[in-house]
């Protein structure tokens, strides 16, 4: 660490540090927010809470986490679980690997530690999936053991106390964060302590128009003090979008549609999808000429990669979204067999009736391309 960090740590001395400590309890004891996670200390509920908390809100982990802990009670029902039906009750909070790694890390658990949670970071760290916040975290709220702890409200609220101008993501950015979350953990309740900590940044040291005046800490906080908190921390930079256009065929056979599973390696390995390929860059959805080329493009790749004939037909939707650094236009068609006698030669597909759909994990989009195909059932052509 260079002598200036190390400087500048030396500034929040132990009265300091007794002030805040006694600051933060104070204000956690009556704004404290109350999740369903915090009703135990069962070192399971907090894994899967803090693993659903990454990249995802509060607000939008809160019902995903019922429904999880309502399938999977525990690490060994988890462990027991085929991933299919794992990555189903994750379906809707995206960035699947977190749910192929707990299902992982459940079976390491189970098979190498005879069903009981590691009671110390390292040992967490270990397993697939688990970093240093997320061992700490568990460490500090199931077994109240000192654990320091840096996530994004964290690091949000760190930077803003020290007034830290530089990037906090960086290497040195990171390791004054870590020592400074270390230098004011107390030894006596560090799990409540942390809690206080991502409460307060979650609810008063907001991202935007973060709330100083009525924070408990800003006598202490240099970025108040100076008027920088509108600046700190220093903003990550956005990863540049590639537009990509992809189209995805609901084919149909015998009432029945064709869904392939998505190899490991690839975008939502592990899901069901219909079959989606890569096309022409298309910005005219009634342009009679695009769609014939995009049809005869999307028949060809049936051919090369599946191995089936097919007649692809409508168009029936156009969903966009992005996905890390993609911005996707999704192009959602009909089609049907030409060759009723072929099979697809994908190593895992399902002719699936809609009324089955749910029963198989699918993207986000993939999910609202059921839907559609379910409401107008009634509308499509069953053809064979």
Not at 144 to 173: C, F, H, K, M
């Amino acid at each position: 660490m260079k002598s200036s960090d190390t400087d500048l740590l030396a500034e929040f001395d132990a009265d300091w540090r007794q002030r805040f400590r006694g600051q933060l309890r104070r204000w956690y004891a009556r704004y404290g927010r109350e999740l369903p996670w915090r009703n135990s200390r069962d070192p399971y509920r907090v894994w899967i809470s803090e693993i659903m908390l990454q990249q995802t809100t509060v607000t939008a982990v809160v019902p995903f986490f019922k429904r999880f802990l309502a399938r999977f009670p525990d690490v060994s029902t988890l462990a027991a679980g085929e991933e299919n039906d794992v990555l189903r009750m994750w379906e809707g909070l995206g960035y699947y690997s977190r749910a192929r790694n707990i299902h992982k890390a459940a079976r390491i658990i189970v098979a190498d530690f005879g069903g009981e949670f590691p009671k110390d970071v390292a040992a967490l760290e270990s397993l697939p999936g688990i970093g240093r916040y997320t061992a700490g975290a568990i460490v500090s709220f199931a077994y109240d053991r000192p654990a320091a702890i840096v996530e994004a409200n964290t690091l949000r609220l760190y930077s803003r106390l020290l007034g830290y101008e530089q990037d906090p993501r960086s290497s040195s950015g990171q390791r004054l964060l870590w020592q400074f979350a270390e230098s004011i953990l107390p030894r006596k309740q560090p799990g409540t302590f942390n809690q206080a900590l991502m409460d307060l940044g979650a609810t008063v040291c907001t991202p935007v128009d973060p709330q100083c005046l009525a924070c408990p800490v800003k006598s202490g906080c240099r970025a108040f003090q100076s008027g920088s908190q509108d600046r700190i921390p220093v903003p990550q930079k956005r990863p540049e979008l590639t537009d990509v256009t992809e189209a995805a065929v609901a084919i149909v056979h015998n009432e029945e549609y064709l869904l392939c599973r998505r190899p490991h390696g690839e975008r939502w390995a592990g899901l069901w999808d219909f079959p989606r390929f890569a096309t022409s860059e298309f910005s005219a959805p009634h342009n009679g000429r695009d769609l014939r080329k995009i049809r005869g493009e999307l028949e060809g790749h049936l051919k090369t990669q599946l191995g089936l004939a097919a007649h692809v037909e409508d168009l029936l939707k156009q969903f966009r979204h992005s996905v890390t650094r993609y911005r996707i236009q999704l192009l959602c068609f009909t089609g049907r067999l030409a060759n009723t006698t072929t099979q697809p030669n994908a190593e895992e597909y399902a002719w699936v009736c809609p009324s089955d759909f749910h029963e198989y994990p699918l993207s986000v989009t993939g999910r609202k391309f059921a839907d559609i195909l379910v409401n107008k059932r009634s509308e499509l052509p069953f053809i064979d």
